[in-house]
């Protein structure tokens, strides 16, 4: 039986492309805490409620333009 992830969790290369951003710009933007993030260990990854809350803080989109999963469970 195939687990299903509960969050999906996404990478700074991810939300960098997502952006439309550098990963450099978004390491700036985590070092300024202009965007939230998790840290696991070593490992810096961010939620689509994270991502989406930079968005609507940022620009005035109201919807998800972005069908980004925000309910934390996978679409695949």
Excluded: C
Aim: charged share 25%; no cysteine.
């Amino acid at each position: 039986m195939k687990k299903e992830k509960l969050i999906n969790l996404m990478t700074s290369a991810e939300v960098a492309e997502v952006l439309g951003i550098s990963e450099r710009h978004l390491f700036n933007l985590r070092s300024n805490e202009e965007i939230e993030w998790v840290q696991h260990g070593r490992y810096v990854r961010f939620t689509p409620e994270q991502v989406m809350a930079y968005i609507r803080k940022h620009s005035q989109i109201k919807s998800n333009p972005l069908n980004i999963s925000t309910d934390g469970y996978s679409r695949i």
